[in-house]
């Protein structure tokens, strides 16, 4: 762990009118860490274990998305991934960051989407994990991840077993399922603002659906996925890598959805070359 950096303590900022949390270390070009939207996500629950690396490198920003871990929840009548996009660059322009290299798991790889399609000055580099929007011809919807995520907070609400459910089939290798990681987790998905979020979900918005633009995205992308990721099949990587114009994709064998944490070393490299090799 980052000795620099205190997990339970983030910092915070005011992005138009509400409380944004970060974590921050290193110095050099800025990363920007944006985590998932599964019950219990944070930022530095998604990557607190690949700081150290990233922070000896890079200015390296973790942010809690509004709605997760220490950000307040916002309404989003204009999109849900749009919103958050402009919170995004809010918190850049906040930090005097002029552009970023952005990192986004699950729907924080659609939010960076997004953010590289509304704001392509402000995103140098694209790394989309495991990342919402994109499409699948033949997986069967919902997939087990999926349904776990959908049935998290419905009927008699969050439980450690719901929580470990969908740990499970979002995890490859079933020994990170510690019962230390599925405690973290399911303290964070009963925070009040975190609650007072699930029970009032976004509605749909033509904004949200990045694959119908994925091909107008100019910045430079890694996709990443795992072989045996049960949330999004590593088909949906397959189709980001054919339309996003500038785009290499790295798959991972025996990986789930958590890639930067079941091959943390691993990933951490590979997004050092990426993002420092022309």
Known sequence: MNDAIDPAAPRTVRVDGADVAYHESGSGPALLLVHGGAPGATGWGNFGQNVPFLASRFRTIVV??????????????????????????????????????????????????????????????????????????????PTEGLRAIRDYYRGAGPSPEKMRRYLEASIGDPDLVTDDLVAERYRESVRPSVLEAAGRPSPGHPSDAVWKEADRIAARTLVVWGRENRVKGYDHGLFLASRIPDAELHLYSGAGLSVPLERARRFEHLVERFLTID
């Open 64 to 141: 809690d998305l509004p709605g997760f871990g220490g950000s307040e929840w916002v309404p989003t009548p204009e999109g849900r991934m749009r919103a958050h996009a402009a919170v995004l660059v809010g918190l850049l322009e906040r930090l005097e960051v002029p552009s970023a290299h952005v990192v986004g798991l699950g729907s924080g790889g659609a939010v960076a989407m997004r953010m590289a399609l509304d704001h392509p000055e402000r995103v140098d580099r694209l790394v989309l994990v495991s990342s919402a929007g994109g499409l699948a011809m033949f997986e069967p919807a």
